[in-house]
């Protein structure tokens, strides 16, 4: 992918089959791709595929090109940190 490190991907799995699965080998498992399956991962740091169906699959893929960013100006986001998923919970 040509995104970034700190960025999400979204892949969309959509076909007619069954028994499909995602592999991240970095992390050791896989998870079940069915038809519909939307998944975020930091695709430019984990490993992933996904292995063949005999059948119609196809994945929609969505990342923010770096390019992009630039061009547009945007300020390239960090790391989510603990910190930014708790800031409005009183403790």
């Excluded at 700190?6 to 892949?11: A, C, H, N, R, T």
């Excluded at 929609?60 to 989510?80: D, M, N, S, T």
């Amino acid at each position: 992918m040509k995104g970034y490190r700190e960025s999400f991907d979204l892949l969309l799995t959509i076909g007619d089959y069954t028994d499909s699965r995602i592999h991240l080998p970095g992390l050791g498992f896989s998870l079940i791709y069915d038809p519909g399956t939307i998944v975020a991962l930091a695709g430019k740091v984990l490993q992933h595929g996904v292995c063949p169906v005999a059948s119609d699959q196809a994945c929609l893929a969505h990342f923010f090109h770096q390019k992009v960013r630039e061009r547009l100006g945007v300020i390239q986001p960090g790391w989510v940190t603990l910190d930014d998923l708790t800031w409005n919970i009183d403790m």
